[in-house]
C-alpha cells in the first residue's frame, strides 16, 4: 500500500464495536518494516475517525487545513507528519477496522485512481481481517474450554478436601486456596460467619523459568459469589487478570456452593 501510493507508513487498526475503541493492529513503513504500535484509543476522541467508521468513507487530513479535525491536527503536528488518508474496513456493510496512510513529507490530494486503488485494497483487508477475527475468536474458546476442563478437574479433586475440615478457619483457607487455582486468580479471599482467609497470590512463570508475584492492583476483574451457610452466608471474591471467562462465574458458584455445605455442617455440629 505504501508503496502503490508512495506514503510513509501505512496502519491496519481494529474497531471494537462493544467498547468503541480502535486497537492498532499493525503499522509498517515505506520498506515493508513494522513500527511499534499506537495504544488503543475510544472513537469519540477523534471525531474525523468517527465520521470515517460511520459514513464509510475515505477522508484525507492535511495538517494545514484549520477545518479539519483539530484532534487529529495536532497528532500530525506531534509526530512531524504532513498528512493522513483514513479508509474505512468494511465487510458485509460493517465497519470493522481503519487503514490509516501516512504522508511525512507533504500534504497531498489524492487522485481518483489513488482513491479506486485505496478502496479495492481496503477491501480485501477487510476480508482478511474479519477472517483472523473470526479464528482469533474460536482459538480463545478452544483455549477456554481446555483451562475450563483442568480447572473442573481441579475443583474435583478438591471437594472431598473441602469437606474434610474440622474448623471454619481451616475450610475458609482451603476454600480460598481452591478458588484462587482453579480460576487461575491473583488472588483470592473467602469469608463466613465473621471470619475470612486469603489465598496466596497465583504464581507465574517467566520465560525463564523464574516464579514472579502480580500485585493485586494488576487485577482487571474482581468476581464474587454468595451461598448460605446456616444462616451465616458464606462469600468469596477473587482477582482475576482479565475478564471472566466463560464458565469461571458458575465455577466459583460451584465451589462456593461445596463450601458452604461444608461450612453448614461444621455449624451444626457447633450447635448441637
Not at 137 to 164: G, H, M, N, W, Y
Not at 179 to 188: F, G, K, T, W
Request: contains cysteine; glycine residues 6%; charged residues 20%.
Amino acid at each position: 500500500m505504501t508503496g502503490l501510493l508512495d506514503c510513509d507508513f501505512c496502519a491496519v487498526s481494529e474497531y471494537d464495536p462493544s467498547s468503541r475503541v480502535i486497537r492498532m493492529l499493525a503499522d509498517f513503513d515505506r520498506s515493508g518494516q513494522r513500527r511499534p504500535d499506537w495504544e488503543p484509543y475510544p472513537v469519540s476522541r477523534f471525531p474525523v475517525t468517527a465520521q470515517v467508521r460511520g459514513e464509510q468513507r475515505i477522508e484525507v487530513v492535511n495538517v494545514s487545513d484549520p477545518r479539519a479535525d483539530a484532534a487529529m491536527l495536532s497528532t500530525l503536528r506531534r509526530f512531524g507528519s504532513k498528512s493522513i488518508m483514513l479508509v474505512p474496513l468494511v465487510f458485509q456493510d460493517r465497519p470493522i477496522g481503519l487503514l490509516g496512510l501516512v504522508d511525512l513529507e507533504r500534504e497531498r490530494r489524492y487522485s481518483r485512481q489513488e482513491l479506486r486503488i485505496c478502496r479495492t485494497v481496503a477491501s480485501q483487508a477487510a476480508v482478511a481481517l474479519n477472517n483472523a477475527i473470526l479464528f482469533d475468536r474460536l482459538r480463545r474458546r478452544s483455549t477456554d474450554v481446555s483451562q475450563l476442563c483442568f480447572a473442573i478437574e481441579k475443583v474435583a479433586a478438591a471437594l472431598p478436601q473441602l469437606a474434610s475440615q474440622s474448623t471454619l478457619a481451616a475450610l475458609l483457607r482451603e476454600t480460598a486456596a481452591v478458588s484462587c487455582e482453579a480460576l487461575a486468580a491473583i488472588s483470592a479471599v473467602a469469608s463466613c460467619g465473621g471470619e475470612s482467609a486469603a489465598a496466596p497470590r497465583w504464581p507465574e512463570r517467566t520465560a525463564g523459568g523464574a516464579v514472579t508475584t502480580r500485585s493485586d492492583s494488576d487485577a482487571a476483574n474482581l468476581l464474587t459469589t454468595a451461598a448460605d451457610a446456616g444462616g451465616r452466608g458464606l462469600t468469596i471474591s477473587v482477582a482475576l487478570p482479565a475478564a471472566p471467562a466463560d464458565g469461571q462465574s458458575q465455577l466459583l458458584t460451584l465451589i462456593c456452593a461445596a463450601a458452604s455445605t461444608a461450612a453448614d455442617r461444621l455449624f451444626r455440629h457447633l450447635d448441637a
